[in-house]
């Protein structure tokens, strides 16, 4: 399966990514985010978890709810970041406002040295350069990187319609695609873990 990538970085007016009774309703149900995902809840106890484009912090938060040790979460927007933080108060997470964008070339100084699951989730196709970018983010993983794209292999125009085989370049960062299957709507969710 191969997807076409198309830049859209802002959603549509009035849409959110997630649904939280009493506070605001997005565009995809909880269970619709954790589609795909549900190996990593049972691994969850005890694990350091970085969620790259964390939105909101639902999936951080139900990371923490099965157990997480922490949760630490960068996103771009921030009145997302705001949202995550009020979200997950009393927790142990934390939140930042991050130029994902420029993340490869620059890692911010708040990443801790390696993270137990590093959460890819419907952001790294969305970069000038996804590769570079789960490249970096894989270097931040002791264990796991999960991800979640439109599809396994990316062709992007902005960068001459070269292919970006998400499998490959995980592999060549030292990791083994131990689950696949379908994420919402249609997307692929591949969780990797670390040979």
């Known amino acids: ?3 076409i990538v198309k830049r859209d970085m802002a959603d549509p007016p009035g849409k959110g990514w997630f649904e939280i009774d009493g506070r605001q309703r997005g565009d995809r149900t909880l269970a619709e985010q954790m589609q795909g995902l549900e190996p990593l809840l049972a691994e969850a106890p005890g694990r350091s978890v970085l969620d790259l484009g964390c939105a909101e912090g639902l999936i951080a938060l139900e990371m923490l709810k099965a157990g997480a040790a922490l949760a630490h979460g960068a996103e771009a927007v921030p009145t997302r970041v705001a949202a995550a933080c009020d979200l997950c108060a009393g927790w142990p997470a934390v939140f930042f406002v991050a130029e994902l964008e420029i993340f490869a070339a ?36 002791a264990e796991t990187v999960a991800i979640r794209l439109p599809a396994p292999v990316l062709i992007d125009p902005r960068s001459g319609r070269r292919p970006v085989d998400v499998p490959a370049v995980l592999a060549a960062e030292g990791f083994t695609l131990w689950h696949e299957g379908p994420g919402p709507r249609g997307e692929w969710a591949g969780l990797f873990r670390r040979t």
């Open 106 to 141: 620059a890692p911010p100084d708040w990443l801790l040295p390696a993270y137990d699951t590093v959460l890819l989730l419907s952001i790294a196709h969305k970069f000038q350069d996804p590769e570079a970018f789960i490249r970096a983010a894989a270097r931040l993983a």
């Open 1 to 3: 399966m191969t997807c």
